[in-house]
């Protein structure tokens, strides 16, 4: 599969909770990843960072794991709903080992950044101004009366 060809939707990013809280472990879907890569890299900074919440300082990476198997969150890839991503999805098993040794860098577990929703809540940019800021009576730009402009 190619990341030209996304499903109708985008890709889809299971969030499970390790703890058996719910049923089928499953407790939310995250849809629109327009590429597979963006699911992949939304799926292991959800991974990472909820690896980091279960980490306490001074422990051993197998306690991190345990932790994590215990309360974490894990992520899986998936074309739609009810269809897993193969080969190509990010699976956490892959990388929990390197995870829980080594700490991750606020970078590393920004899924927020990565989170397809944010796109839905803050829409296209609407603050669009005709003339730049300080042109106007009283700006603070070089035509202004403010700190920057004339006196």
């Known amino acids: ?37 963006h699911a992949n890299a939304f799926a ?14 001074g422990t051993a990476s197998r306690e991190v794991l345990a932790a994590w198997f215990a309360f974490g969150e894990d992520a899986e890839v998936a074309l739609a709903p ?10 956490s098993a892959n990388e929990l080992d390197d995870f829980a040794a080594h700490p991750a860098s606020e ?19 609407e603050l669009e101004d005709d003339e730049p800021a300080g042109d106007e009576p009283g700006g603070d730009g070089p035509g202004g009366d403010g700190p920057g402009g004339r006196a």
């Open 1 to 37: 599969m190619s990341d030209l060809f996304a499903p109708e939707g985008g890709f889809v990013v299971r969030i499970l909770d390790l703890s058996g809280a719910s049923e089928d472990n499953i407790v939310e879907e995250i849809k629109g990843f327009p590429t597979m890569m």
């Open 44 to 57: 292991r900074a959800y991974v990472r960072d909820s690896v980091e919440r279960c980490r306490v300082p």
């Open 82 to 91: 009810e269809i897993g991503a193969g080969d190509q999805g990010w699976r």
């Open 107 to 125: 970078i590393e577990r920004d899924w927020r950044a990565l989170d397809p929703r944010l796109e839905e809540v803050e829409g296209p940019d």
